[in-house]
């Protein structure tokens, strides 16, 4: 009777689960003891007795990584020795007895697979094979030392490789064998080798080489569609990838060195064949990023054919002409989506990279009038390049910008149809039109004059596409960066800066109607710099010119509660702040008319603080009022501290009694003392420093005036500052008399009295202590 599994595994197997068994019904039994134990606390909880089984230790590695590892580590030695053997020991054995061991080791090494796979021992069986490979490599390198020591290098290595591709490929393809992993993908490395040193040897130059790198891809890439192994599918992609994008990059070089035609067209030819191995890949497996290589290739080979016949200046353009014709695959329905989609990309990538060029001539006329801000009307330049360029030079071959960015609007404006991004596309079409047009003056060297009106048309065209286009942002983007580079622009003459600033208020206040909450406030700013600008035309003094720029602030109080739009209101506003502060700043030369500056900034914002949204604008006013009055004090060289005080201490002082009136709850401290404290405290310090008398007698009767007022309606806060000062300005004015009296009395008196005085107090304490008490209760009761 035939036992499955056999008698000896299954007693085994038993074994294994009584002992399970065992142990399982011992750990039941003490937790039952334990458990009765619990119930009767009495009685002593019995411990659990016995072995307790432990857990089987866990391997540290699986019996295939084992496994693995030694038959890597056994190859390896093995090739080891007998590369020993071959480099070492090869000069010891004659002519037969090299071929006889190298011979005998090699077909030993390459049948040893077969019985190994038969007994089902694969890993080992791919060892085996390795060590194979790697001896026929030997037997290649050993050949070439002793038998064929005339042929070169090169077409050796060329023959070889190719041999031992065949080889290997051959030995890999045969019945049993073919369930190795190793000898395929090894033969396709080795045909890697073949026709790059082929090349070599013919001394075929940099174009035979990039040839032989693409055409040694473009196998890969065939092996790699159709072939079924993953691991030679795996092999073969890394092969495409990394000799296609050697020889891509050889190929661009030899396009971009090209010194003549025929020399460009060989480099395209380079080109246009990696594109078509990149695009039948794409083919197949519908790969989008092929397609875009591919798209990208292909106006690269183009261009750079053309490029030596043309200008160097043409080049971009050249290349981004290529570039838009690969949308004509937007009308070629039979081809695949992915196809057209990467074909699309490729031609968007080559665009972005011809506006990426141009991006420098257009900076330079944006930003290149700010340097007018420090040679203000230093006089008209020659035309309007000299115009943007000043303290710069000009960016070569930037005559074909223009061409450039209006061949990219157009494609935006007519070639995009898809309703996601058609409304993209023109807003890009709309702002690359304006910098075509705000390049053209400086390219074609327009007068200064020309230069302002073509800039000043942009602006309006922007702003009025603003206006009344939907989707506005693009557009008043453009107006804005626009406006500001025709304001800095027209600085370099004194008429030019009166005129394009008053039409520049002009246009952005006449678009307030809709785009308020941008426009409104840019016309603020506009009108700032043209009332700076008229009071210096005028040769008014700085500080004049502020009482002009204060028409801003003036006119922004009145405008923002007038607004229809809520969202202008709060940009309004911040433009009128920042031209009051302007006016502040220009005004600072000259203290009396800081003064009224101040003042009439405080009446700007007194009047905005009217409205119940901008009360807290009201503390600003008073702060306004209060810096205008001490600055016209100090013009009056007022140097009495009262002068300054006062003006606080009463408006601080009917503010406390309002609110002490409204809630009686509120503190005294918070209700008085800031405004007390702000006279009080600058007079005492000044009436210690003055000799004279009138200010320490005025000085008491006021803090007396205030204690006085303080006990009356008994409020802590008066009575105890209006004291303090009181009782401080008595001993200055005392001070003097008791250093009199110190000075004639004997040396032991003030200490006779010191110690009468201590005793005095300590005789007296308890009864002191009782009347604090009762002074610190009646404080305590009063506000």
Not at 205 to 234: C, I, K, Q
Not at 556 to 580: C, F, M, N, S, T
Not at 750 to 773: F, I, K, Q, S
Request: hydrophobic letters at 60%; a positive charge.
């Amino acid at each position: 009777m035939t036992h499955i599994p056999p008698p000896a595994e299954e007693l085994r197997l038993l074994d294994a689960e009584l002992w399970q068994l065992d142990a399982r019904r011992a750990q039941l039994l003490a937790r039952r003891a334990w458990l009765v134990a619990a119930l009767q606390p009495k009685w002593p909880a019995p411990q659990p007795t016995g072995p307790t089984p432990d857990a089987p230790p866990r391997p540290e590695a699986s019996a295939p990584s084992v496994q693995n590892v030694l038959l890597v580590l056994g190859g390896v030695l093995l090739t080891v020795a007998a590369m020993v053997f071959t480099l070492v020991s090869w000069g010891h054995l004659g002519i037969t007895g090299r071929a006889l061991v190298l011979g005998a080791v090699t077909v030993a090494a390459l049948a040893a697979p077969l019985p190994l796979l038969k007994r089902g021992l694969r890993s080992t069986a791919e060892s085996v094979a390795g060590l194979g490979l790697a001896l026929t490599v030997l037997d290649a390198v050993a050949l070439h030392g002793a038998v064929f020591l005339e042929s070169a290098g090169a077409p050796y290595t060329a023959v070889s490789s190719a041999l031992l591709a065949g080889v290997w490929a051959a030995y890999g393809l045969l019945p049993r064998v073919r369930e190795l992993r190793l000898p395929r993908p090894a033969a396709l490395v080795a045909a890697q080798l073949p026709l790059f040193f082929w090349a070599i040897a013919a001394n075929a130059g940099s174009y035979g080489l990039t040839a032989a790198l693409l055409v040694t891809a473009g196998f890969d890439t065939a092996v790699a569609l159709r072939v079924t192994p993953r691991s030679v599918r795996v092999v073969a992609a890394i092969g495409a990838y990394g000799v296609g994008a050697l020889g891509v990059l050889a190929a661009g070089w030899l396009t971009w060195t090209a010194s003549g035609p025929s020399a460009a067209a060989r480099a395209a030819a380079l080109l246009l064949l990696a594109s078509a191995i990149a695009l039948g890949a794409a083919w197949q497996k519908r790969w989008l990023g092929l397609v875009v290589a591919s798209g990208l290739l292909t106006v690269a080979a183009l261009g750079g054919a053309a490029r030596p016949a043309l200008p160097e200046l043409w080049t971009v353009p050249v290349h981004l002409a290529f570039g838009i014709a690969l949308l004509a695959a937007l009308r070629l329905d039979r081809l695949p989506d992915a196809v057209r989609r990467g074909l699309i990309w490729a031609s968007a990538a080559v665009q972005a990279l011809a506006l990426l060029w141009a991006l420098p001539v257009v900076g330079a006329v944006v930003v290149g009038p700010l340097a007018w801000a420090s040679q203000a009307w230093t006089g008209a330049p020659s035309d309007a390049r000299a115009a943007v360029t000043v303290g710069m030079t000009w960016p070569p071959h930037a005559e074909a910008v223009p061409v450039v960015l209006a061949a990219v609007a157009g494609v935006l404006a007519l070639a995009v149809r898809d309703t996601t991004w058609r409304p993209r596309a023109l807003a890009g079409a709309l702002g690359l039109s304006g910098a075509t047009a705000l390049t053209l003056p400086a390219e074609l060297e327009l007068s200064y004059a020309a230069g302002l009106l073509v800039q000043g048309a942009v602006t309006i065209g922007a702003l009025t596409a603003a206006v009344f286009l939907r989707r506005h942002r693009t557009a008043l983007v453009l107006a804005l960066v626009t406006s500001a580079s025709l304001a800095l622009l027209a600085l370099a003459s004194q008429t030019a800066t009166l005129i394009v600033l008053s039409g520049l208020v002009a246009l952005f206040t006449a678009a307030s109607w809709r785009l308020a909450p941008f426009t409104a406030p840019t016309a603020l700013v506009y009108g700032t710099a043209l009332a700076g600008a008229t009071g210096a035309v005028t040769n008014w003094s700085p500080a004049h010119t502020a009482l002009l720029v204060l028409v801003i602030p003036a006119a922004a109080a009145l405008l923002a509660p007038r607004l229809a739009d809520p969202k202008a209101i709060v940009p309004v506003e911040a433009a009128g702040a920042a031209a009051g502060l302007l006016a502040i700043a220009l005004a600072a030369t000259d203290v009396p008319l800081l003064a009224t500056v101040l003042a009439l900034c405080g009446v700007i914002t007194a009047g905005t603080a009217i409205r119940t949204d901008r009360r807290p604008v009201g503390y600003a006013a008073a702060a306004l009022f209060l810096a205008a009055t001490w600055v016209r004090l100090a013009a009056w060289d007022v140097g009495t501290p009262e002068a300054y005080t006062l003006p606080v201490t009463i408006p601080a002082l009917l503010v406390g009694v309002l609110r002490h009136r409204r809630d009686p709850r509120i503190s005294s401290w918070t209700a008085y003392a800031p405004g007390l404290a702000v006279t009080l405290v600058p007079s005492l310090v000044a009436a210690w420093s003055d000799p004279h008398w009138e200010r320490p007698l005025l000085l008491g009767m006021a803090a007396l005036s205030v204690t006085l007022a303080g006990a009356g309606h008994r409020l802590q806060a008066p009575l105890l500052l209006g004291g303090a000062v009181l009782l401080l300005d008595a001993l200055h004015e005392l001070a003097p008399y008791i250093v009199q009296v110190t000075d004639a009395l004997p040396r032991w008196v003030p200490p006779a009295l010191a110690g009468v005085l201590l005793l005095a107090l300590g005789a007296t304490y308890e009864h002191r202590l009782r009347d604090a008490r009762r002074v610190r209760n009646i404080l305590t009761r009063m506000h």
